[in-house]
């Protein structure tokens, strides 16, 4: 519970010590002290941190809001009520404008200032409760959450420390999918200057081009059929912080010349609408595609990449840096025994050697889902090295029983020995292998799109002809 505390800057001592009295009867915890300069030792120097101040507005020394002014970027989250004696309007819009709670007129009723000082208190307990839960959220996505101890994850987050402390205005996180690129992304934005702000976050693949672009601009009501009223789009929820833009190197060409406008401009234009609204904010572009590679086959536009790629994070392949396994591997179990009730503590040398061999295509996801299945299914304290499961790349289980019925369909077993994934991956491996790695083909087979398909065969890194 936090404690009542009230810090009263007043220069007539009968005035302080009867509000002092009065306060201290409610089981607030009173600090009293007459000027300007009293006051700043009292917050700066001996870090006083009241709810609220209840201060007059001119004292011996000065004007009190000065040393609000002086000292705001330095407070903790206090409500400021101002008692005066003059009424000066110019002082009561200043004290507004520099986030005063409120201001009141000498002499005013004890019972009046004290439903003031109430109500500033609720609000600064509001303030810090969401101070603490922004702190606590923040820790979760801090540089230290990168575990490993390779070289490769050293110089990431070496990188990521100086990246956070400068404004970057965009930038371009790749690396080959379940590497933790959106993990990046969040230990960028929570750890750097707009952690206070949103970070909004959107599957450029996930949405078709023109729901993509609704969603990033917004609409107004009647833009298009169903748009009963206006959205916000997802540029305009991020104002002042970041907006995360995942699988980038999906978006369709047309769609990328707007965002190309919005980025270098920083103002956007909901459809449907004449006016153009100013925004602020940073943008982090995650890609497990080579954008290089999208560029010189005009698959990706040339301006749009370099305006994007700022500066560039390589997130590492979980195969590139296979001893990190050592912390890595223990940790995530550690976190499924918590989540499943279960107490595994034990890793047989079999098992290691298995994990040590593999080289994990689908990166830290695919660790973190084998181990989730080991934890669940484990009946001891020994980890169950038969639910590992891996394999050779490319290369189906032994007891997946995937067969071919007269070249017409599949037989897939329902019997837990294939994950969702591991299905999909097999069934875009035979439609493949059928049509001798022709993509467009296997699309028409699958009753796909041949960008769908491609994203899938880029995904799950199968070998296909474009």
Known sequence: MMTNTLLIIEDEALLSSELARFFRKSDWEVSIVNSIQQAEIALREEQFDPLVVLSDMNLPD?????????????LGNSEWIFLTGYGSVADSVRAVRLGAYDFIEKPCSLERLNLLVEGAARSARAQRRLQAQTATQNSHYSITSLIGNSSAMQALRSMLTQVINVPFSSLIVSGETGTGKGM????????????????????CAALPRELLEAELFG???????????????????????????????EMDLDLQSKLLKAVEDLRIRRLGSETEISVDVQIIAATNLDLVEKVSR????????????VINILVPALRERK??????????????????SKNVITIPDEAWQLIQAYDWPGNI??????????????????????WLQLQPPGKAPAHAGLINSNQAGLFIPLDGSLSLHEMEKFIIQEALNRTDANVTAAARMLGTTRETLRYRVQK???????
């Open 365 to 386: 996801r695919e660790l973190r889902n084998v181990l989730e299945r080991c934890v669940l299914l484990a009946n001891g304290q020994n980890l169950p090295t038969e």
């Open 184 to 203: 990046v992304a969040r230990i960028l934005h929570y750890s750097g200057r707009r952690s206070h702000a949103p970070l909004v976050e959107i599957n």
């Open 298 to 309: 005009g698959l990706f536009r040339r301006d749009l990449y370099h305006r994007l790629n």
């Open 219 to 249: 609409y107004e009501s009647g833009a298009f059929t169903g748009a009963k009223k206006r959205h916000r789009g997802l540029f305009e929820q991020a104002h002042t912080g970041t907006l995360f833009l995942d699988e980038i190197g």
């Open 323 to 340: 001893q990190d396994l050592q912390q890595l591997v223990p940790q995530f179990v550690a976190t499924y025994n918590r989540k499943s």
């Open 62 to 74: 000065g004007n009190a809001l000065d040393l609000l002014d002086k000292l705001k970027p330095e």
């Open 460 to 466: 799950y890194h199968l070998k296909c002809k474009f």
